[in-house]
């Protein structure tokens, strides 16, 4: 089937929030092997809502509206709905008392969330708890699905509720899809898009390339009528893939950087720690965002201060006063010391300059040495990163990541 | 001017990339005086982008186009535009040059990067250093700004070559603007809608109120022909807000809740030090974000595991035994320990279960509890935080945050 996506909201064309929930909902709606004809995003203007509605309904198979739902005065959705479709507003009972008794106390003025009981003629509720709104319309026989714009409630309905109808609607004529996504780091774009051009020219073969952070994702997406041809074709070119840019590849899909340090550390039974003056927590971040981390990660110190890189990590003051901060000796000292302290099998330790001040001629902002003790060697390496403050601890966190994979991978 | 904005990529229709970069541009455009009539987004077809940029072009002041123009082969909006406004892709030699001396060595083929030199007849370059693709074309009066889908370089020509542009072209009949955003922490979007009904009913006053990661932000927009009025319309308005959510708002338009701390400390000369557990380095990442927080912050312990807690913080092993990791004892012993090591004015320390694992009866996931030095006095706080791993470490760091805040108010 094939969809649209239109996304409500002033603070959307205002850009004071960022639209997350569309791409949400390409992604899980692409997986399921729909096609996305496009996505848009307009204002809280009933006319703009309504027409942009009556546009999708005449071109595509369903459309997905997100936001404007709530119980605020700014919310429209329902009364431009209402409006554009000929659907009058009518009141919901049941939804009335549920969200009476979900909201208790808490619930400010009855005009407020009496208006979310309020919804045009034919509306199917999609939550039937009320614990959120959400529901569908079909109009012209093109289902219409309304969910709230708080990423949240928004990705659970489209989860529970949108994607099952969906697959029972378009079970008999579905397009087999096989998806891979290859992410890769430290190589460019560029690079990798030249040793695939041949690839790229089979049909039903479809390959992109997409910078994201620090990264680069190449997707991989085979499209067939025929099951099995889909699976035969995947592979080749999966092969095909994995011989270009399998060194450069740390994971595929969902897998984060992190995650596949922690699968590495896991098999060798190592445990890491982390020492981390720029970086300031974002490489513990990015270890921790993984579940299951307190097997394999201890934690560590963020050493923001001289004064901490002393008192915590036990650095030789001499070394931070003649080599300075930012500096080879001090970052090997601060991987040493810390695995030394707390008896951990690998250290990695961040030093550097991120900006906006800071830098010298010598050390200019990017400055950054990445330390490493690993089966009792220590190590050092310097790297600059360009970009702003932000780009440069990214770079930092992602590159230590990558320099414990790296090792562990070597097991050296 | 009345804009609009399409965002080009499968990255993007597919949902494997968030698209940042439309909310950037909106966001921008908006402050600067101008409206969004909407943002789309597409994938690289090259009929429906020659759709959407004809659409756009009968109905809007200007258009505002990001994304494929890169050197990989799936990049084909110079392709569709040159097809759909009947302009014949050119060369440009000048930019064939400059890209090939920019490159250098790194340039894997040559067929990759002249196919950026070729642009739709009468595109004017934006960036003249040809150190990334954008251009401008004025079709049938209506200006056309294409720039890279990359966002770091989408955000240097928006705010460098596009912005300047719509300022010339408008500084006649230009509307005035005036708008606030106020950020609030721990309170309700339904409160704070509540008491602000009365204000949304003045003409040309807009209240918004958008629930962002832990946060409500609420965001006021007066908008009128004449400058001294919209002034008077803002104060007034501003006035009514602050008193009414005045207690919950930490901090207005870009400000973010670190940054405020930060104000704090430096105004009443103190330090302050961080000793995390569940949270795993984001309270020091959200710290260290903000440029010069070297000034006010020293660093702290990521002491995720129980042995951490023990020999970097010195926190006694009877408390970890007897009252869990997860108690206000150690919450107290963790903020308590460290300010003893460092010698640091202020502590905060968080212990907690992020889950998916880890919760019991007792304790489910989401039992936080936030420890506190300031002033010679240790205390601890205990919460119950809702959502995922992720929500739960969020709503941890953003608590520990306040907590400080508000300590720092109180000056107790």
Redesign the interface.
Do not use: W
């Given at each position: 089937m094939i969809g649209e996506i239109i996304a409500i909201g002033?603070?959307?064309?205002?850009?004071?929030?960022?639209?997350?929930t569309?791409?949400?909902?390409?992604?899980?709606?692409?997986a399921a092997g729909h096609e996305?004809?496009?996505?848009?995003?307009?204002?809280d203007t009933p006319s703009?809502i309504g027409e942009?509605l009556k546009r999708a309904i005449r071109r595509v198979d369903f459309v997905l509206v997100t936001g404007g739902l709530?119980?605020?005065?700014?919310d429209l959705t329902n009364e431009a709905v209402a409006d554009a479709l000929g659907r009058p507003p009518t009141l919901y009972p049941d939804i009335l008392e549920k969200i009476r008794r979900h909201l208790g106390a808490?619930?400010?003025?009855p005009n407020?969330?009496e208006k979310m009981a309020w919804l045009p003629q034919g509306a199917e509720i999609l939550n039937n708890h009320a614990r959120m709104a959400g529901y569908m319309l079909c109009h012209e026989s093109v289902p219409i699905f309304f969910l709230p714009g708080?990423p949240?409630q928004m990705k659970e309905l489209l989860v529970d509720q949108v994607l099952p109808r969906l697959a029972g609607w378009s079970s008999n004529n579905r397009n087999h899809i096989q998806q891979r996504?290859y992410k890769t780091f430290g190589v460019?774009?560029?690079?990798i898009?030249?040793?695939l051009?041949e690839l790229?020219q089979i049909n039903n073969v479809?390959?992109?390339?997409?910078?994201?952070d620090c990264e680069v994702?190449v997707?991989l997406?085979v499209l067939e009528q025929d099951d099995r041809a889909a699976k035969e074709k995947f592979a080749m070119a999966d092969q095909t893939i994995t011989e270009a840019i399998g060194a450069s590849t740390y994971g595929t899909d969902q897998e984060t950087l992190a995650e596949v340090v922690g699968k590495l550390l896991c098999k060798s039974q190592k445990r890491l720690?982390?020492a981390?003056?720029?970086?300031?927590?974002?490489?513990?971040?990015?270890?921790?965002?993984v579940?299951?981390?307190?097997d394999w990660?201890?934690?560590?110190?963020?050493?923001?201060?001289n004064?901490?890189k002393e008192?915590?990590l036990h650095v030789d003051r001499s070394l931070l006063v003649n080599y300075g901060a930012v500096s080879e000796q001090v970052a090997m000292a601060m991987a040493a010391r810390l695995a030394d302290?707390?008896k951990t099998d690998i250290a990695v330790s961040v030093t550097g300059i991120a900006?906006?001040?800071g830098g010298s001629r010598e050390k200019p902002v990017g400055t950054v040495y990445i330390g490493l003790l690993h089966n009792n060697k220590v190590s050092a390496r310097l790297h600059h990163f360009e970009?702003n403050?932000?780009?440069i601890?990214e770079m930092t966190a992602s590159t230590a990541l990558d320099t414990v994979r790296r090792a562990l991978l070597a097991g050296n």
């Open positions: 002033d603070e959307l064309t205002s850009g004071r929030i960022v639209n997350t569309s791409g949400f909902a390409a992604r899980h709606i692409f996305i004809y496009a996505m848009h995003t307009i204002g703009l942009a709530g119980s605020t005065t700014d808490e619930a400010p003025s407020n969330y708080i949240a996504v460019s774009e560029n690079v898009n030249s040793r051009v790229e479809h390959v992109g390339y997409y910078p994201v994702h997707s997406t720690a982390v981390e003056s720029c970086t300031g927590g974002l490489l513990g971040e990015k270890i921790t965002a579940a299951g981390s307190s990660f201890d934690g560590g110190v963020i050493a923001y201060s004064q901490l008192i915590l302290r707390i900006g906006p001040d970009g403050r932000m780009r601890r």
